[in-house]
T-cell receptor, first 112, second 114 residues
Framework: QKEVEQNSGPLSVPEGAIASLNCTYS??????FFWYRQYSGKSPELIMS????GDKEDGRFTAQLNKASQYVSLLIRDSQPSDSATYLC????????????FGKGTRLHILP | DVKVTQSSRYLVKRTGEKVFLECVQD?????MFWYRQDPGLGLRLIYF???????EKGDIPEGYSVSREKKERFSLILESASTNQTSMYLC?????????????FGPGTRLTVT
């Protein structure tokens, strides 16, 4: 069973600080990695995708991928109260290029 | 922008009723998915479809069926609703973008079966 693991949290971070969210995955040949943000009662929203080792930056968000260690992380700089949400890590296993495996999410709480 | 719409945001049905949940996407995506999301259990895949008239079972297909007669529309059917099907139902579509298949969600339907 291919898995995606995340700490459920809640992760509490002061406003203005860097929030660091981590995710590990079991399928060594996975090629596609995503981060979704989900506000309470709403549907998941794609915020980052990353396909190669290293960092990918988009505004205040940076996704980091390390395939050798099988982890992917999301950094949120200058955290804002509006960043308070559940963040879902998602991975496409190596043998399927379309079916995503989702983690259960990490709840992030930004403290004003 | 990708647009995935679902027919209802909230739905209340009685046990034993046949329930139809509709999903439409306007981006000509090949793949469409139905999930349910429950507290503590995360997103669970019910069914998905790669093309018109094609369907594949996901992880929890029991009690559900699907229909995809047109590329833009994917319907989830609860043949005889039961209380354990009370959940948030999420539709998604995907296509190859960048280096992989990016998946986009509709707003969700919160179904209550009484």
């Amino acid at each position: 069973q291919k898995e995606v693991e995340q700490n459920s949290g809640p992760l509490s971070v002061p406003e203005g600080a860097i929030a660091s969210l981590n995710c590990t995955y079991s399928d060594r040949v996975s090629q596609s990695f995503f981060w979704y943000r989900q506000y309470s009662g709403k549907s998941p929203e794609l915020i980052m995708s990353i396909y190669s080792n290293g960092d990918k930056e988009d505004g205040r968000f940076t996704a980091q991928l390390n395939k050798a260690s099988q982890y992917v992380s999301l950094l949120i700089r200058d955290s804002q109260p509006s960043d308070s949400a559940t963040y879902l890590c998602a991975v496409i296993p190596g043998n399927r290029d379309d079916k995503i495996i989702f983690g259960k999410g990490t709840r992030l709480h930004i403290l004003p | 922008d990708v647009k995935v719409t679902q027919s209802s945001r909230y739905l209340v049905k009685r046990t034993g009723e046949k329930v139809f949940l509709e999903c439409v996407q306007d981006m000509d995506h090949e793949n469409m998915f139905w999930y349910r999301q429950d507290p503590g259990l995360g997103l669970r895949l019910i069914y998905f479809s790669y093309d018109v008239k094609m369907k594949e079972k996901g992880d929890i297909p029991e009690g559900y069926s699907v229909s995809r007669e047109k590329k833009e529309r994917f319907s989830l059917i609860l043949e005889s609703a039961s209380t354990n099907q009370t959940s948030m139902y999420l539709c998604a579509s995907s296509t190859l973008a960048g280096g992989g298949y990016e998946q986009y969600f509709g707003p969700g339907t919160r179904l209550t079966v009484t």
